[in-house]
């Protein structure tokens, strides 16, 4: 998470590192495979329920596509 008080010197975006612990090789994803994420907290919980609503549409979009 960002530290409160460097907030004014990004974007609004933070670089994190995901480590994937089960095995994901079953999954056959082809080279170049990205995923979107959110995190949630308490605070602004409407804004997160439209955040659910575009990160499905956009999973829709990626299959369709």
Known sequence: ??????RS??????????DLNDDVT???LPPGAVAQA???SDHWQPIAVVRR???RM???MN???
């Open 9 to 18: 010197k990004s974007a609004g975006r933070a670089m994190v590192r995901v």
């Open 58 to 60: 956009k999973s829709w």
């Open 26 to 28: 079953s999954f056959r």
């Open 38 to 40: 959110a995190v949630y």
């Open 63 to 65: 299959y369709v596509i």
């Open 1 to 6: 998470m960002l530290n409160p008080e460097d």
């Open 53 to 55: 609503i575009l990160l």
